[in-house]
């Protein structure tokens, strides 16, 4: 006669198999070598130390400079907090579960690690579709006369944190739940749920927070191609040279593709076992998806900083340790009110100012102006 088989968590089992000892808190997987999890313990230990290290970077060199400290960054200050908090929560704890092979914590870090990477990860996640906007409203200037101030970056900042956190935090009170993934030593959404309440979490979940920030990011960064495309063509009537679409267009390609590499694997991963939860995958196959989606908080700053011109340069200015004396190069202008093409900083202000702020096809003679004073701010010393 046949055996009876069960599905829990989408790892099949025979009466034989003894599930006590596949209790993830109670002991490693008997189906899973040892060295493997020594290998993840590795991963998360490199992955968390550059993470760290690198988010910590930009928040400090963001601190020390003011000129940074600009409506602009403000949603790439908060992309580095987001990616910080998941590497200093759920990278710590994933590396010490992995070390010890199992989630010797307990259910209670089991859901604070759920939570946390979950909550701050959408919060990365949604910081790169505001800074698509944001860069859109800059150089597209839907609303003609109205320019990114301080108000308009701080209402971007609670939109994120609010929405992250109405979509995240369900679990912790019963609609759906954080649970021990098939590895055994880390936690997420209850993906595997054969119940029809925790479907509908997670269908909305994955539309709320991985379809709308996509979109919202195709379509700005579309929206921005087109404009530049416009202006370029103008610059070719006029005898110019210069094509601000050129310079942008692989910009615009590495975001687009990082947000894709980083997080469509985990999303299809996600919608892909809640759609068919008895589906039996390798517990190492299964992990491949949510710890390829830590990577993001590693290249995040190098895309979104530190291919910026002018970070760049207030970085290698901290590193040297010359900052005490920059207030001797500091220029009178320096401290100009928001709304000045100097206030418009990172890697497209330049682009920005030399945009036309009406449909006409010939740039404004103070946007000319504009421009100089850009490229200018670039080359000087960053103030403290």
Not at 47 to 67: A, H
Not at 110 to 120: H, K
Not at 367 to 383: A, F, K, M, Q
Request: a positive charge.
């Amino acid at each position: 006669m046949d055996s009876f088989i069960l599905s829990v968590n989408g790892v099949l089992h025979t009466p034989g198999d003894s599930m006590d000892r596949e209790d993830p808190f109670s002991g490693p997987l008997a189906s899973i070598a040892p060295w493997n999890y020594t290998f993840l313990a590795c991963l998360m230990f490199i992955i968390t130390s550059v993470s760290l290290t690198e988010n910590f970077t930009v928040m400090l060199v963001t601190f020390r400079f003011k000129q940074l400290r600009q409506p602009l960054n403000y949603i790439i200050v908060n992309l580095s907090v987001a990616d910080f908090l998941v590497s200093l929560i759920g990278g710590t704890i994933s590396f010490l579960t992995n070390a010890q092979g199992y989630f010797f914590l307990g259910k209670w870090a089991c859901v604070l690690e759920g939570f946390a990477v979950t909550f701050f990860g959408i919060v990365a996640l949604w910081s790169l579709a505001i800074l698509a906007f944001e860069r859109f409203f800059v150089i597209c200037r839907p609303l003609k006369n109205v320019r990114l101030g301080g108000r308009h970056a701080a209402l971007g900042l609670l939109f994120v944190w609010t929405f992250s956190f109405i979509w995240t935090i369900p679990p912790v009170f019963g609609w759906s739940s954080y649970t021990v993934s098939k590895i055994g030593t880390t936690c997420e959404p209850n993906w595997y749920s054969s119940d029809f309440s925790d479907h509908t979490y997670i269908i909305t979940f994955f539309t709320t927070c991985f379809i709308l920030p996509l979109g919202v990011i195709i379509g700005s960064y579309g929206k921005l191609m087109q404009k530049l495309r416009k202006v370029s063509n103008t610059h070719g009537r006029l005898g110019n040279t210069r094509k601000p679409d050129q310079e942008v267009a692989r910009m615009v390609i590495v975001m687009i593709a990082a947000f894709m590499v980083g997080w469509t694997p985990y999303a299809a991963f996600s919608i892909t076992v809640t759609i068919c939860p008895t589906i039996h995958l390798d517990p190492r196959v299964a992990a491949i998806p949510a710890f390829f989606s830590k990577t993001a908080a590693i290249y995040n700053p190098i895309i979104y900083v530190f291919m910026n011109k002018q970070f760049r340069k207030c970085l290698i200015q901290l590193f040297k340790g010359n900052s005490a004396a920059l207030s001797t190069h500091l220029n009178p202008t320096s401290d100009r009110a928001p709304g000045t093409a100097e206030s418009k900083l990172g890697e497209m202000s330049t682009i920005a100012a030399r945009i036309p702020v009406s449909g006409s096809s010939v740039e404004r003679p103070e946007e000319e102006h504009s421009e100089s004073i850009s490229t200018v701010t670039e080359n000087r010393v960053c103030p403290v």
